[in-house]
């Protein structure tokens, strides 16, 4: 892995996968702090920070995956922002347009631009209410009963379940 230019963000994992196989299964056993040595066999103690970062590429990267870096404040299109998240853009779009996203227009363009950092609260926020969500649904049905009925019973038991609420 080279190093990355403003044009290069996204590494692709080598055709030879063994190595980053070596790789990942060494880091699996230390703990950290670690550190790197160079060439020359000065070595620099790794902030646990960047030591868990190496670690997720490493993983990443033995699955065949490619690693995109990017910092926080980076302004993504609409598609990029939409890919990221996993969702159509016209669905962004109208998330920007609801204000649930930030966005910005740069100079006069009709184009939006969105930063990183801002799909990176978005998709938190999103997980943390589904979370919640997921959790109340759970309650409702343990306190129906659900969870006691066999396989035959759970459709009698839900409409009871749904006629109460």
Known sequence: MGALSNDQRTVLPPSDLEAFGDLSGFLDQVAGPAAIVGPDGQAVSLPSEAFRVLVEVAHAM????????????????????????????????????????????????????????????????????????????????????????????YVAAAKTARRRA
């Open 62 to 153: 033995r699955a065949g995956k490619a690693i995109t870096v990017a910092p926080v404040d980076q302004l993504l299109t609409t598609q990029e922002a939409a890919d990221f998240l996993g969702i159509s853009r016209p669905t962004l779009v109208r998330l920007l347009e609801n204000g649930e996203i930030p966005f910005e227009r740069p100079g006069a363009g009709r184009h939006r631009r969105v930063r990183l950092d801002d799909v990176l609260t978005y998709q938190s926020g999103k997980r943390a209410r589904r979370r919640t969500e997921l959790d109340g649904l759970t309650r409702e049905a343990a306190d129906a009963g659900l969870y006691e009925v066999s396989a035959a019973d």
